[in-house]
């Protein structure tokens, strides 16, 4: 399975961001899609997920209402299309594909995206 992240790219607060995740065609379409970041000296955390059908997402909270995450399942690609963006969303992105019973818990992941940089600046 391999997982490619594009998108991310210099930025200012208040601005808009799409982040696409093109997925190998190999790829089980059944794989929940996540995608998660990493700020610098900080832990990597959840950021949002969708279902293999699209029928459920989830976000955390720091998220709600700004981000939105799809998918297409035609085309391979998740997305999350990032708006209003803040200088503390300022992270390395990452997209994932797992089978894991929890979408926030990253254990739940098995493969991993090589991450987009993404600098909110103010």
């Known amino acids: 399975v391999q997982l490619q992240a594009s998108g991310g790219g210099p930025v200012q607060a208040g601005g808009s961001l799409r982040l696409s995740c093109a997925r190998s065609?190999?790829?089980?379409?059944?794989?929940?899609m996540g995608w998660f970041r990493q700020a610098p000296g900080k832990e990597r955390e959840f950021v949002a997920s969708?279902?293999?059908?699209?029928?459920?997402?989830n976000y955390a909270d720091s998220v709600k209402g700004r981000f939105t995450i799809s998918r297409d399942n035609v085309k391979n690609t998740v997305n999350l299309q990032m708006n209003s963006l803040k200088p503390e969303d300022t992270a390395v992105y990452y997209c994932?594909?797992?089978?894991?019973?929890?979408?926030?818990?990253?254990?739940?992941?098995?493969?991993w995206g090589q991450g987009t940089q993404v600098t909110v600046s103010s």
């Open positions: 969708v279902t293999w059908n699209g029928g459920f997402t």
């Open positions: 994932a594909a797992g089978h894991g019973p929890r979408a926030k818990d990253e254990d739940g992941y098995t493969y």
């Open positions: 065609a190999r790829t089980d379409s059944s794989y929940r």
